[in-house]
Nanobody
Framework: QVQLVESGGGLVQAGGSLRLSCVAS????????MGWFRQAPGKEREFVAA????????YYADSVKGRFTISRDNAKNTVYLQMSSLKPEDTAVYYC????????????????????WGQGTQVTVSS
């Protein structure tokens, strides 16, 4: 099992930036991918971005492409989400998650295929 702790959320004005961090501990050596998801009140949890541990390949939701960047520091077992040009519709609780085994890229966007989740960090973007 992997333990995940997110941080970096907060209140920011539209157009601003935030950087989220997610520190992993435990059985991190077996992690295939790490992803970021978000969930707004009354909505389903949705994919934001994912990063493949060994290849460094990254995947993004269309809604954040060009504004968000996922990166990772394997030595620190940390994944980051740099968010720029934030919009009020980006307001949500942001979660990081790990996927233990290789799966086709389609599954990187599907929450049920992730194994461990953090507790989330709130991001609020004011207009």
């Amino acid at each position: 099992q992997v333990q995940l702790v997110e941080s970096g959320g907060g209140l920011v004005q539209a157009g601003g930036s935030l950087r989220l961090s997610c520190v992993a501990s435990g059985r991190t050596f077996s992690t295939y991918a790490m992803g970021w998801f978000r969930q707004a009140p009354g909505k389903e949890r949705e994919f934001v971005a994912a990063s493949i541990r060994n290849s460094g390949s990254s995947y993004y939701a269309d809604s954040v492409k060009g504004r968000f960047t996922i990166s990772r520091d394997n030595a620190k077992n940390t994944v980051y989400l740099q968010m720029s040009s934030l919009k009020p519709e980006d307001t949500a609780v942001y979660y990081c998650a790990t996927m233990d085994y290789y799966r086709d890229s389609y599954y990187l966007r599907q929450p049920p295929f992730y194994n461990d989740w953090g507790q989330g960090t709130q991001v609020t973007v004011s207009s």
